[in-house]
């Protein structure tokens, strides 16, 4: 079975299909995002990962004048920054067609422009596509490069380039993510203020998505790789008050779940405010500690979000979900139709 992908962000947000699915019993049921207030039940608390989208995709050329394209995937605490490579190419290509980059070496220089270049400071041993660079500057300078040059990430089933504000939330604050958290910019300011309105709790969080794919096999089977986080205070002063009150923890987003659940488990099943950077692969056979309910996009069988979604439903229910989409013609990808499980 294989679903449609969405060509571009749809103009009225509640419009999008929601299918949901009951975790006890199986119970599946067609909606609207609209819906959503009268699906969750008061003293329920829903997640939103406010990471704004950065413009993490750039042309580059090598000093000899080899042309590729430098893709964030992470920000490193010491101000250097992980990097997948591609070759030559843009996102009109699929990235599994792109070709290989030129191969990196240690202390090489990628010129991104005349005043910006990215020095290769590490080599992964996964991929000689994934590499970690230092910027030729920084602070408050390298943003401005950044922004200046760089173009959001997107993929060849886009139908023309994306804006950076289409890849924006709402609530979008600091700028983490190199792809966006596409669950959370599903949802319009005036939904949120209805949930709140009948006694759902909002509560924030922040997580650095990193790339969905760099178009060879066996990094895109390793993906997501770490990613860093941070919870608030009040984020968890919260959750602890919902857990005191019976009410259901949702998160909105695979990179929600990533972030709570990780951050539980490094405390050693206490869940601490502040940051850090999880390598948590969630998926069959983990059971979930903190997270009860789960909004998110239509992912096709081995995408690493529909493995992290197994965890919290067996596989012949999530088929059942794709076979419901399909028959609806619903779309699938960052700006497609989501599912709900509770």
Not at 38 to 61: H, M, Q, R, V
Not at 123 to 132: A, I
Not at 225 to 250: A, S
Not at 323 to 329: I, L, Q, S, T
Request: proline share 6%.
């Amino acid at each position: 079975m294989a679903l449609q992908a969405a060509v571009w962000p749809r103009d009225r947000k509640n419009e999008a299909a929601l299918l949901v699915v009951q975790r006890e019993g199986g119970d599946l049921e067609a909606k609207t995002l609209a819906d959503l207030p009268f699906l969750l039940k008061e003293k329920d608390l829903l997640i939103l990962n406010d990471a704004a989208t950065l413009p993490a995709s750039f042309s580059a050329k090598t000093e000899e004048g080899d042309m590729l394209e430098l893709r964030l995937l992470s920000q490193v605490f010491n101000g250097e920054w992980r990097a997948a490579l591609l070759g030559s190419g843009d996102w009109r290509q699929r990235t599994e067609d792109r070709p290989s980059p030129p191969p990196p070496l240690l202390g090489q220089n990628l010129i991104l422009s005349p005043s910006l270049r990215a020095r290769i400071t590490g080599l992964s041993d996964l991929s000689p596509r994934l590499v970690q660079i230092r910027f030729s500057s920084s602070g408050a300078e390298l943003f401005r490069g950044l922004y200046a040059l760089g173009r959001p990430v997107q993929y060849s089933y886009l139908k023309a380039p994306l804006p950076l504000w289409q890849v924006q939330s709402a609530f979008a604050s600091r700028p983490w993510s190199m792809e966006m958290p596409s669950a959370g910019a599903a949802l319009p300011l005036s939904l949120l203020m209805e949930l709140r309105r009948a006694g759902v709790g909002i509560a924030a969080l922040t997580h650095a998505c990193g790339l969905s794919s760099v178009g060879e096999k066996i990094v895109d089977e390793a993906l997501p790789l770490g990613e860093r986080y941070e919870i608030p205070e009040e984020t968890v002063d919260l959750i602890r008050e919902t857990r005191k009150t019976k009410g259901r923890i949702i998160a909105v987003g695979t990179s929600v779940m990533r972030a709570l659940e990780g951050s539980f488990l490094h405390h050693r099943g206490f869940l601490k405010a502040g940051g850090g950077e999880t390598e948590l692969l969630i998926g069959p056979g983990y059971v979930p500690k903190l997270v009860q309910g789960l909004l998110t996009g239509l992912h096709e069988f081995g995408e690493s979000h529909h493995r992290l979604a197994e965890s919290l439903l067996p596989e012949t229910a999530l088929a059942r979900v794709l076979k419901m989409a399909e028959d609806r013609g619903l779309r699938n990808h960052e700006f497609g139709d989501l599912c709900l499980i509770l």
